[in-house]
């Protein structure tokens, strides 16, 4: 799906769940971004503060693309703020805070993501804000909350440290190998982001009923806690082992690797009818679940790569599925870039690049179906300060000249 495209055309008419929602975000790399350019897909106007030279760190990641000034904008960045305008302003400066507080009152819900108590240190927390609008929704997503006075509050967290600490990364280690970080992406941040936008949601809904705004908190390592339910669940039962009581894991084939996960019984009758291996079945080392796992190399998959041999990795997971068991091809990138269920489903969106390389960025699509709901266009992520003029002079009302001063001060971009 390219930027301009729209998809369920026939509800174009019935507008978006989220039309006439306003929301100001000063965010950066990942947890907010992706929440608020998830809420602007639903229908949400988002506008992002951000430095006025450097933009938001996101901007510096890599690998990353020039913008039309010769500017770095980084694979983050350009995967978080499709559909958002970007104002450039310094909120260091005293000037640059009261634009912003005057701002907010513009606005339904403000947002920002930076490490527990920047906002507060800057004037701009949720004291101060609801105070100056009561009806204002303030969403704050940190490494540690904002409420609760966390023992971590003051540490910096990229999504890997509430991963850690969520106890997944041990959960999921196996023998004496060191735990391995980050095994799926910025999972601590886009788990965050689900839970921001569910929260956004919620205080909209709560006031309407109430009249009031107010503050929706939420620290990434909670989001892990939820995310890796699995960890504290499994302890308060018994478990001790970190070995799963399945059989779970990749396996060989003839053009690559398949995923497959064997957890029931009827299930594990099923994988030895369909490999030939009916003594499983009576074989005492099998008998339990727990059985399955301990035996999964020495036993299981010899056979079951022995059966997958000369198939591919398609006609296995058909195969394995019809006898349903859950499983599925370990695609690689560019298999997934071409794979017909993302095409259909518009689950990638092209943004051409503006540096002269052919090849478009590729951004993850919305992932919220909606059958009334049509889907795009969408428009291409903002550069530093793009619609500063713009937002500033429909909302507060400033002129050209004043425009002017402020840039040559550097407080606007």
């Not at 729209?6 to 008419?13: E, L, M, Q, S, Y």
């Not at 018994?238 to 084939?253: D, H, L, M, T, Y």
């Not at 006898?323 to 599925?328: E, F, L, R, W």
């Amino acid at each position: 799906m390219r930027l301009g495209d729209t998809a369920n055309d026939h509800a174009a008419g019935n507008g978006r769940p989220l039309d006439g929602v306003r929301i100001l975000a000063a965010e950066q790399m990942q947890a907010l971004p992706f929440a608020t350019q998830l809420l602007a897909r639903l229908g949400a106007e988002v506008v992002k503060v951000e430095h006025p030279t450097t933009g938001e760190s996101g901007r510096g990641a890599a690998p990353s693309i020039k913008d039309p000034q010769g500017r770095t904008v980084g694979a983050t960045f350009l995967r978080n703020n499709l559909n958002k305008r970007s104002v450039g302003l310094d909120l260091k400066d005293p000037r640059g805070r009261e634009l912003f507080i005057e701002l907010a009152g513009r606005f339904d819900v403000v947002g920002e993501n930076f490490k527990a108590g920047t906002m507060d240190r800057l004037g701009l927390g949720w004291d101060v804000l609801s105070a100056r609008w009561p009806e204002l929704i303030y969403v704050s997503v940190s490494g540690f909350g904002n409420l609760g006075d966390s023992p971590y509050r003051s540490w910096p967290a990229y999504a890997m440290v509430p991963e850690a600490m969520s106890g997944l990364y041990d959960y999921s280690r196996r023998g004496d190998e060191p735990p391995r970080v980050i095994p799926a992406g910025a999972l601590g941040d886009i788990s965050s982001a689900l839970f921001a936008v569910i929260g956004v949601q919620a205080a909209l809904r709560h006031r309407d009923h109430t009249g009031r705004g107010q503050l929706v908190d939420i620290a990434m390592l909670d989001s892990m806690l939820a995310m890796g339910d699995v960890v504290t669940n499994f302890w308060s039962l018994g478990e001790r082992s970190r070995v799963p009581q399945v059989i779970v894991g990749s396996f060989a084939c003839s053009d690559g690797y398949f995923a497959m996960q064997v957890a029931r019984e009827h299930q594990f009758e099923a994988l030895a009818a369909l490999v030939d291996r009916p003594d499983w079945l009576t074989d005492e080392r099998l008998s339990t679940r727990a059985g399955w796992a301990e035996h999964t190399e020495d036993l299981i998959r010899p056979a079951v790569e022995a059966w997958a041999a000369d198939k591919t990795r398609i006609e296995v997971c058909e195969a394995i599925g019809a006898a349903n068991i859950p499983s599925g091809p370990c695609f690689t990138a560019p298999e997934v870039i071409e794979d017909e269920h993302v095409a259909r489903r518009n689950m990638l969106v092209e943004m051409p690049r503006p540096d002269g390389v052919e090849e478009p960025v590729l951004i993850p699509g919305n992932p919220v179906k909606m059958s009334e709901v049509a889907e795009g266009p969408e428009t291409r992520v903002p550069w530093v300060g793009e619609h500063t003029r713009e937002v500033l002079s429909e909302e507060l009302g400033l002129g050209e000249e004043e425009l002017d001063e402020l840039r040559g001060d550097g407080i606007v971009s």
